[in-house]
């Protein structure tokens, strides 16, 4: 079994930056895509940034040049740094991953972590 664990989010005021962590652990043969994901009260959860294990990222609209999304494959972790955060950044954050339990496996298959909260405060 594999466990996705988020930690770095927080209150933070209109500006500031926070630095999200998620690691994967357990059962883990290979991890291809890991990203970020959010979502706002009342609203449907939305791509933030993702990365392949080669290094390619993307990002969603609303946080290009203010996000950046960074990996340590050796610890099987993925980072969100958010620099010039503005309340609309509110919401839970949970991290997602594709993931090989065993070099048997014919799939990877999709994982996600129990979230963290990011406040931004005007």
């Known amino acids: 079994q594999v466990q996705l664990v988020e930690s770095g989010g927080g209150l933070v005021q209109a500006g500031g930056s926070l630095r999200l962590s998620c690691a994967a652990s357990?059962?883990?043969?290979?991890?291809?895509?890991m990203g970020w994901y959010r979502q706002a009260p009342g609203k449907q959860r939305e791509l933030v940034a993702g990365t392949l294990s080669g290094g390619s990222t993307n990002y969603g609209d609303s946080v290009k040049g203010r996000f950046t999304i960074s990996r340590d494959n050796a610890k099987n972790t993925v980072y969100l740094q958010m620099n010039n955060l503005k309340p609309e950044d509110t919401a839970v954050y949970y991290c997602k991953a594709w993931v090989k339990t065993s070099t048997y496996a014919s799939a990877y298959s999709e994982v996600w972590g129990q979230g963290t909260l990011v406040t931004v405060s005007s």
């Open positions: 357990g059962s883990i043969s290979s991890i291809n895509e």
